[in-house]
């Protein structure tokens, strides 16, 4: 899982591993399920437990039998006799399904700590659900508030560093995943409601929600109110709407009218293009129509949300710890695109502003920038040209370099 808070620092996370029982049987009324000291429990954090997997689940215990224990905490106190869940919800409710009064346990001690408290939660129920990936199924908002529970639980923990960076080791996942997610909790309803139907992918919601609620909620009624009369918007297309959008934006500022007329415009425009020429489906074709918004496109998003930030003086709360978070993302950003300017370079013909002659010696740091494929496309390229043997040799002499050190890893 990477270098991450749960598992490498005993300073943050002071967890007690000492169990006091191993397969106890305990009372299910004398279970009390997970709640933190503001309220906030596992339905919120992971999204309530669907009764069809229930009922799957009574029925694997049926067949197989009990295989893993909850894990609870042994209270005391006013609460004295009870025990708080921390993982093991669904296979409580399970066992309910099936009947039963009493399920097996493992029991700990109740962390004195809070923030301990909150984290082992998270961290027993992030993983044993298989990190980022499995949640999917519950809602991707819920995926948001995971990475908010943890970023908060980090902030208050008074953690240095990249706490982004932190947030994606633990939950195995690229920064800009996790900025999609957290992207969520700034959605309102009707577009978590079309994002969770299907009818708007995860990488779209996060774009559209650089936008106020407002205008997210009219973005989304034009898109819902053309799908609910029979047209058949694609991934591609709404792809094409929020660029174009983004493009609008940069522009001029648009009001709510302005805004509705021009998501009506661009779809309509978008939908009597496709009735001009339907293109016959081919592979290469059905690649392109799968392919996520453009890397400018997700970060122009970005940028756009930033800017109305900065603008609405929505910066003045951050601590110096999130103002270096932002600088480091955005650090990271500017030297993806430098790296992908000169790779466009380089396939353009050009070296640092100056044309590629069989003569000229490109720094092998530079080419090390790139993957084996990367590499092998140059390679390709400059193959076709006439008397660049010796630019050749170089991009292949690396790309062998690459390929051999890939393998001994």
């Not at 709640?35 to 906030?40: E, I, Q, T």
């Not at 992971?46 to 069809?52: D, N």
């Not at 992918?201 to 407002?214: F, G, H, M, P, V």
């Amino acid at each position: 899982m990477g270098n991450s808070i749960f598992n490498t620092s005993k300073l943050e996370l002071k967890e007690n591993k000492n169990r006091l029982n191993a397969d106890r049987e305990i009372d299910i009324k004398n279970l009390i399920e997970y709640v933190d000291s503001d309220g906030v429990g596992n339905d919120y954090i992971f999204g309530p437990i669907s009764e069809e997997s229930v009922k799957n689940l009574a029925e694997g215990i049926r067949e197989s039998g009990f295989k893993t224990a909850v894990e609870v905490w042994e209270l005391d106190g006013e609460n004295k006799g009870k025990y708080m869940i921390y993982s093991g919800h669904r296979r409580v409710a399970a066992v309910k399904e099936l009947g039963d009064t009493k399920v097996k346990c493992d029991v700990y001690p109740y962390p004195d700590d809070e923030l301990d408290r909150r984290l082992q939660f998270l961290r027993a129920n992030i993983h044993s659900r298989g990190s980022i990936k499995a949640s999917e199924e519950g809602g991707d908002i819920y995926i948001a508030h995971q990475i908010k529970y943890l970023e908060d639980i980090l902030r208050k923990k008074g953690v240095k560093g990249n706490i982004n960076q932190r947030i994606c080791e633990e939950f195995n996942a690229k920064r800009n995943t996790v900025w999609k997610y957290k992207s969520l909790l700034r959605a309102c309803d009707e577009l978590l409601k079309a994002e969770a139907e299907g009818h708007i992918r995860l990488e779209q919601a996060a774009a559209i929600c650089s936008y106020n609620k407002d205008d997210q909620k009219i973005i989304v009624k034009v898109i819902e109110e053309a799908i609910s009369k029979g047209e058949v918007l694609k991934s591609k297309d709404l792809d094409k709407l929020i660029k174009k959008l983004h493009e609008k934006e940069m522009d001029t500022e648009m009001d709510s009218t302005l805004l509705q007329e021009q998501v009506s415009m661009i779809i309509a425009s978008i939908l009597e293009k496709k009735d001009e020429i339907e293109t016959p489906a081919s592979p290469d074709n059905e690649k392109k129509d799968n392919k996520s918004i453009t890397v400018y496109d997700k970060y122009m998003s970005r940028v756009s949300q930033l800017k109305k930030d900065l603008i609405n003086n929505r910066f003045d709360s951050l601590k110096l710890v999130e103002v270096e978070s932002i600088l480091n993302e955005y650090d990271e950003v500017r030297k993806e695109l430098e790296k992908a300017k000169l790779f466009s370079e380089l396939m353009s013909g050009m070296y640092h502003g100056v044309p590629v002659v069989n003569s000229t010696e490109i720094d092998p740091e530079d080419l090390k920038l790139f993957n084996a494929l990367q590499l092998r496309k140059l390679t390709k390229a400059y193959d076709k040209a006439e008397n660049l043997d010796n630019i050749v040799n170089q991009i292949s002499t690396i790309e062998a370099e690459i390929i051999m050190t890939t393998k001994k890893l």
